[in-house]
C-alpha cells in the first residue's frame, strides 16, 4: 500500500507540474498580445505635441515680428496720403490707393538709387577684403606659425564685442583731422590724408565694418578648420606637400561651405549699412541723409513724413537682399552637388 500510494502521489505531482507549464506557456502569448494592443493605442492617439511646444514660440515671434510688418509695409506701399487745403492739424488728409506708384517713383528717386550704387561699390570692394582676412587669421592661428591660439583667437574676435556705434565713434575720432594721431602721424612723413573727404569716407566706413566683423567670420572659418580629420594633413606630409599646398589643396577647398555662409551673412550686413555712416555724418558734411538705401528709407519716413513712400523703399531693399541671398544659396548648393 505505501509503495502504490508513493506512485499515486508521484503521478498527482506530475500531472500538477504539467498544467502548470500548460497556464504558463498560455501567459506569454496573452501578455504579448496585450502590449501590442497597448502599442497600437498608442499608435491611434497621433503625433506626440512636444516639438510643437518647442517650435511654437519661434513661430508665433516670425509671424509677429516678421511676416506681420512685412504685410504691413507692402499694405501701405500700395496707398498715397494726398492732402488737400493747408493742411494744418491733419486736416485734409486722404489715403488713396496708388498701387505699384510709390515703387515706380523710389526707382527714379535719383538719391535713392545712387544710394544702391555706393552699397554695391562698398560690397564689392569691403566683403572679399573682410573674408580674405578672416580666412588668412584663421588659417595662421590653425597652422604651426602661432603658438598662443587662444590668445590670438581672442584678439581677433575682440573687436566684435564692441557695438558697431562705439567703434564707428572711436574710428570718427581717428579720422578727424585735428585730434587724429593717426592723421598727424602721416602729416608728420609728408602724407595729407583725409579720411573724411569725399572720395574716401565710404572707405573709412568699411574700415569700420572690416575691422568689426573680420574677427567673429573667422572665427566661424576656424571652426570648419577643426572638423578637418588631420590625418589628410600627415598624409599630404608624408607625399612631400608644404603647409602653403596643404592651405591651398586641402583646407580651403574644405571650408568653403563656412565661406559661403558668412558670404551669405556679409551681403546681408551690406544691404543693413546703417550705423557707420550715419555715425559719420554727425563729424563729416560728406555723407548725405540718403547715402545708403536704409538712411534713405528713414529719411523718407521720418523726416519726410512719407510713410508709404518709406514703406515701398524698404521692400525694394528686402528684395534685393532676398534676391542676392537667393544667389549665394544656389551657389552653395550648386557647389555640393
Not at 243 to 267: D, G, H, N, Q, Y
Request: hydrophobic letters at 50%; zero cysteines; aromatic letters at 10%.
Amino acid at each position: 500500500m505505501s509503495v502504490r500510494s508513493a506512485a499515486d502521489g508521484e503521478q498527482t505531482a506530475a500531472g500538477r507540474t504539467a498544467s502548470a507549464k500548460t497556464v504558463s506557456r498560455g501567459a506569454v502569448p496573452s501578455a504579448t498580445a496585450g502590449h501590442s494592443k497597448r502599442i497600437a493605442r498608442a499608435g491611434k492617439r497621433g503625433p506626440s505635441a512636444v516639438p510643437y511646444f518647442f517650435v511654437g514660440p519661434f513661430v508665433v515671434a516670425f509671424v509677429v515680428f516678421i511676416l506681420v510688418p512685412l504685410g504691413m509695409a507692402i499694405w501701405d506701399s500700395l496707398f498715397a496720403v494726398k492732402r488737400s487745403g493747408l493742411g494744418f492739424g491733419g486736416g485734409g488728409r486722404e489715403a488713396r490707393f496708388v498701387g505699384l506708384n510709390n515703387y515706380i517713383e523710389a526707382l527714379h528717386n535719383q538719391a535713392f538709387m545712387s544710394g544702391f550704387g555706393r552699397m554695391l561699390l562698398f560690397g564689392v570692394v569691403q566683403v572679399p577684403v573682410m573674408l580674405g582676412l578672416s580666412l588668412l587669421f584663421a588659417l595662421l592661428i590653425d597652422s604651426s606659425l602661432v603658438r598662443f591660439k587662444k590668445t590670438a583667437q581672442v584678439m581677433v574676435f575682440l573687436p566684435y564685442a564692441v557695438p558697431s556705434v562705439v567703434a564707428a565713434l572711436l574710428w570718427g575720432f581717428l579720422y578727424q583731422p585735428g585730434v587724429s594721431p593717426i592723421v598727424k602721424g602721416l602729416k608728420a612723413i609728408g602724407v595729407n590724408a583725409d579720411f573724411l573727404a569725399p572720395g574716401t569716407v565710404l572707405w573709412s566706413a568699411a574700415n569700420i565694418t572690416t575691422w568689426v566683423y573680420v574677427g567673429v567670420n573667422m572665427v566661424i572659418i576656424f571652426s570648419s578648420l577643426q572638423s578637418i580629420p588631420h590625418d589628410l594633413y600627415e598624409a599630404a606630409r608624408i607625399d612631400g606637400a608644404s603647409e602653403f599646398r596643404i592651405a591651398w589643396s586641402i583646407k580651403i577647398p574644405m571650408v568653403l561651405p563656412s565661406l559661403l555662409v558668412t558670404l551669405f551673412m556679409s551681403i546681408v550686413g551690406t544691404i543693413q549699412l546703417f550705423n557707420e555712416p550715419t555715425v559719420l555724418r554727425s563729424i563729416t558734411a560728406n555723407v548725405s541723409s540718403d547715402f545708403t538705401p536704409m538712411m534713405s528709407v528713414l529719411n523718407t519716413t521720418m523726416t519726410m513724413k512719407n510713410q508709404n513712400m518709406g514703406s515701398a523703399m524698404s521692400i525694394i531693399v528686402a528684395v534685393v537682399a532676398f534676391v542676392l541671398s537667393a544667389l549665394v544659396a544656389l551657389a552653395q548648393r550648386r557647389k555640393k552637388d
